[in-house]
């Protein structure tokens, strides 16, 4: 588009909305600019800031005509934080745009064409949805506009999130709506017990500091609430004074763990823990099976629609009493058990070894004897499973797999076993849409259903029915 140039100021209609949140706005009606913090129907003045061939990236300077489906968001970091980028538009709304984001996907990147995708099955709860939330502790604090204006404001303890392309930065967070008010009182009441002690914060510049996260998992059918301090080493008289007072503070907290990690790695997680007080684990109810969660558990971080992806995933699978199956990437056994009492069999894979003894344990908590469970790579299992014709016919396969999606392979060893179906369930329709390419060679889309589990996100889980041709 050669008549638009960098420092341009120029006004555009916000007609879509990308995957990373900025506005879609076409200059002269097809060139693409790309609006931060604009909303479909906005009516907006831009400066071009960057400019490429096929498109170009602006900085919002004015919203002339706000769009319909703009709200006030309800979160005082909302555009500092990096999450909930879709506070600012009506929820109906952001349904839609997920809806479309899994068209897109399974049009552009899958190939397929005419894709009918479901409306989406919304959140019954928008706000304070998440059984699990992780803060991270720095010793740099981010510092908004406002707290700019605060003479001598202290930046060396910050807890909060991290700030996108800032390693070390975190934005200090007092008010959350993610979780609920409970988890606001256990954030504030951390940063005010260990800042005014001076306690030392890890950083990866030096490798040494005490803090490193806060993570706090909650029950939503159960009333456990574990809070998980992780820390570089351990330090049990500073430990036990915050547990005396955390009980005392706030009792809703049912149990205490602190967990160690000296891994250069930023993840919360650590192999080694102390319980401080209470069981160290906390318990989930999903369509009537309890599940025990310990601090390194993977499980659904909404419970309430966690129910209904499964309830959909089993609906859509339309499964019988006479059918064996496999579910690839099985975790902790959510899926494996909320299925068990409508098949004959379920056989559950996944690499972790601690996922396993866990989907086992759970198993043996509900009572449920018709589900096993083996550690294994996924790619590796299918590869012995083709190479054993004569062994157990799995009806069908759930597949959950990470974010990445199913490796190559694994679509090739599923092309060669022939189940009669796949369940496919997503957290990522983009190599979602990638795989099931892959497999349409064999294989029929019977139905798509895309189900919220993420609302004020661009997240969105997808549910897909292969079956076999034929």
Same mark, same amino acid.
């Given at each position: 588009?050669?008549?638009?140039?960098?420092?341009?100021?120029?006004?555009?209609?916000?007609?879509?909305?990308?995957?990373? &949140?900025?506005?879609?706005?076409?200059?002269?009606?097809?060139?693409?600019?790309?609006?931060?913090?604009?909303?479909?129907?906005?009516?907006?003045?831009?400066?071009?800031?960057?400019?490429?061939?096929?498109?170009?990236?602006?900085?919002?300077?004015?919203?002339?005509?706000?769009?319909?489906?703009?709200?006030?968001?309800?979160?005082?970091?909302?555009?500092?934080?990096?999450?909930?980028?879709?506070?600012?538009?009506?929820?109906?709304?952001?349904?839609?745009?997920?809806?479309?984001?899994?068209?897109?996907?399974?049009?552009?990147?899958?190939?397929?064409?005419?894709?009918?995708?479901?409306?989406?099955?919304?959140?019954?709860?928008?706000?304070?949805?998440?059984?699990?939330?992780?803060?991270?502790?720095?010793?740099?604090?981010?510092?908004?506009?406002?707290?700019?204006?605060?003479?001598?404001?202290?930046?060396?303890?910050?807890?909060?999130?991290?700030?996108?392309?800032?390693?070390?930065?975190?934005?200090?967070?007092?008010?959350?709506?993610?979780?609920?008010?409970?988890?606001?009182?256990?954030l504030n009441f951390t940063r005010d017990f260990?800042?005014?002690?001076?306690?030392?914060?890890?950083?990866?510049?030096?490798?040494?500091?005490?803090?490193?996260?806060?993570?706090?998992?909650? &029950?939503?059918?159960?009333?456990?609430?574990?809070?998980?301090?992780?820390?570089?080493?351990?330090?049990?008289?500073?430990?036990?004074?915050?547990?005396?007072?955390?009980?005392?503070?706030?009792?809703?907290?049912?149990?205490?763990?602190?967990?160690?990690?000296?891994?250069?790695?930023?993840?919360?997680?650590?192999?080694?823990?102390?319980?401080?007080?209470?069981?160290?684990?906390?318990?989930?109810?999903?369509?009537?099976?309890?599940?025990?969660?310990?601090?390194?558990?993977?499980?659904?971080?909404?419970?309430?629609?966690?129910?209904?992806?499964?309830?959909?995933?089993?609906?859509?699978?339309?499964?019988?009493?006479?059918?064996?199956?496999?579910?690839?990437?099985?975790?902790?056994?959510?899926?494996?058990?909320?299925?068990?009492?409508?098949?004959?069999?379920?056989?559950?894979?996944?690499? &972790?070894?601690?996922?396993?003894?866990?989907?086992?344990?759970?198993?043996?908590?509900?009572?449920?004897?018709?589900?096993?469970?083996?550690?294994?790579?996924?790619?590796?299992?299918?590869?012995?499973?083709?190479?054993?014709?004569?062994?157990e016919k799995f009806d069908v396969i759930i597949?959950?797999?990470?974010? &990445?999606?199913?490796?190559?392979?694994?679509?090739?060893?599923?092309?060669?076993?022939?189940?009669?179906?796949?369940?496919?369930?997503?957290?990522?329709?983009?190599?979602?849409?990638?795989?099931?390419?892959?497999?349409?060679?064999?294989?029929?889309?019977?139905?798509?259903?895309?189900?919220?589990?993420?609302?004020?996100?661009?997240?969105?889980?997808?549910?897909?029915?292969?079956?076999?041709?034929?």
């Amino acid at each position: 588009m050669e008549n638009l140039k960098k420092d341009d100021v120029i006004e555009l209609v916000i007609d879509d909305i990308g995957a990373e &949140s900025s506005g879609i706005g076409r200059f002269n009606g097809e060139y693409v600019v790309f609006v931060p913090k604009s909303v479909p129907g906005d009516t907006v003045r831009v400066k071009i800031r960057k400019k490429k061939k096929k498109y170009a990236e602006s900085t919002l300077l004015e919203i002339i005509q706000p769009s319909p489906f703009r709200i006030e968001p309800e979160c005082e970091y909302f555009g500092t934080c990096n999450g909930c980028k879709m506070q600012h538009i009506e929820y109906a709304k952001q349904l839609e745009i997920k809806q479309s984001i899994v068209k897109n996907a399974f049009e552009r990147i899958g190939g397929f064409e005419n894709v009918t995708i479901p409306t989406v099955l919304g959140s019954e709860d928008i706000y304070y949805y998440r059984n699990k939330l992780e803060f991270s502790f720095s010793n740099d604090r981010w510092l908004t506009s406002e707290d700019m204006l605060i003479e001598n404001i202290d930046k060396s303890f910050a807890v909060g999130y991290h700030i996108p392309g800032f390693n070390e930065k975190i934005l200090d967070i007092r008010a959350c709506y993610l979780q609920s008010l409970t988890t606001n009182k256990i954030l504030n009441f951390t940063r005010d017990f260990f800042k005014p002690k001076g306690t030392s914060i890890y950083t990866t510049k030096t490798h040494s500091g005490y803090l490193r996260f806060l993570t706090v998992r909650k &029950s939503i059918y159960n009333k456990g609430l574990m809070v998980n301090l992780i820390t570089y080493d351990e330090n049990a008289e500073l430990v036990n004074e915050y547990a005396a007072l955390l009980r005392q503070e706030i009792p809703e907290a049912t149990t205490l763990v602190n967990s160690i990690t000296q891994s250069k790695a930023q993840v919360a997680l650590a192999n080694n823990f102390n319980v401080i007080y209470g069981d160290g684990f906390i318990e989930e109810k999903i369509g009537g099976y309890r599940f025990k969660i310990t601090p390194n558990t993977f499980f659904q971080t909404n419970s309430k629609q966690c129910e209904k992806l499964f309830e959909t995933a089993a609906t859509i699978a339309d499964l019988g009493k006479e059918e064996n199956v496999l579910d690839l990437y099985c975790g902790c056994g959510a899926i494996s058990l909320y299925v068990s009492a409508m098949v004959k069999s379920v056989h559950g894979v996944e690499l &972790s070894n601690e996922s396993i003894d866990m989907a086992s344990e759970n198993a043996e908590l509900n009572g449920v004897n018709n589900c096993t469970f083996e550690a294994m790579d996924v790619k590796d299992y299918l590869e012995k499973l083709t190479a054993s014709p004569g062994g157990e016919k799995f009806d069908v396969i759930i597949l959950d797999p990470p974010r &990445s999606g199913i490796h190559p392979k694994a679509a090739e060893y599923l092309l060669q076993y022939e189940a009669k179906k796949l369940i496919y369930v997503s957290c990522n329709p983009a190599t979602q849409a990638r795989d099931v390419a892959l497999l349409k060679e064999k294989y029929n889309i019977i139905s798509i259903q895309p189900v919220d589990m993420f609302p004020h996100t661009f997240h969105i889980e997808n549910v897909v029915r292969l079956d076999l041709k034929g």
